[in-house]
């Protein structure tokens, strides 16, 4: 019986490989064929404070997987995108996200599923989620904070990253609606550290993702968006 399991298992193996290179292929070529422009601010944009990666979290401490987990440099990146004239509030816009996040994601990129394989819908704190991405990884997250204007995921053990990531909406001092997507963030394994941090592919296509997640946001809003996406990224070291 062992013997014999052996195909089997072999079997599997290259299916999974032919899915990854199926997945990553579509994904590049729509990639190259809907690149959405994007307003790079990396020396206007504040670097802030990072949240405090220690604290207390929501659920299980135990499968979180941390920035101090990670590889390679932290990135603080962060992506935005302004409109005017909106039909929902911040507060409206974030709770429609939350209730149905992969109507605004990219689905050929991530898809949003529970922990059984369903759709994700009505997001709450402690939640647990798998982000399904083309290749090799899945994403699992969970739901770590909830605000009338924002929420936050962490990463899980698994994770291609090891860190946060936070969704929030704000009134900026023109009166527009701002939409922005915050992270930070490291490698969660080698092969991502080697596409991220030494590759401009997994750049690339992370910021794509985020971009067009925001340009839907704006889309969903109701209003004129005010001009395309805008991106920052920080690389810093951590102490430990």
Request: glycine share 8%.
């Amino acid at each position: 019986m062992v013997a014999s399991s052996r195909p089997l298992q072999a079997g599997g193996t290259v299916r999974r490989v032919a899915r990854w290179c199926l997945d990553l292929t579509t994904t590049l070529l729509r990639y190259s064929a809907q690149r959405v422009p994007t307003y790079l601010r990396h020396r206007e944009e504040a670097l802030g404070d990072p949240p405090d990666f220690d604290r207390e979290l929501p659920g299980d401490p135990a499968t979180l997987q941390r920035p101090h987990e990670g590889i390679g440099p932290l990135f603080h990146r962060s992506y935005w995108v302004v409109v005017t004239d909106e039909v929902l509030s911040g507060e409206e816009l974030i709770s429609s996200i939350l209730q149905e996040p992969n109507t605004v994601t990219p689905t050929e990129m991530a898809r949003f599923e529970t922990m059984a394989g369903e759709p994700a819908r009505n997001l709450e704190v402690g939640d647990e989620l798998i982000v399904r991405l083309p290749g090799p990884w899945n994403g699992p997250i969970r739901v770590i904070e909830r605000t009338p204007t924002s929420f936050r995921f962490a990463t899980l053990q698994g994770h291609l990253e090891a860190g946060e990531i936070e969704f929030r909406t704000r009134t900026d001092d023109r009166g527009f609606l701002e939409f922005r997507i915050e992270s930070w963030a490291r490698s969660g394994d080698p092969l991502f550290h080697l596409l991220y941090g030494r590759l401009i592919i997994g750049r690339e296509l992370q910021q794509h993702m985020w971009a067009q997640f925001c340009r839907r946001v704006a889309a969903a809003s109701g209003g004129v968006r005010m001009s395309n996406t805008a991106s920052s990224t920080h690389r810093l070291e951590l102490s430990r």
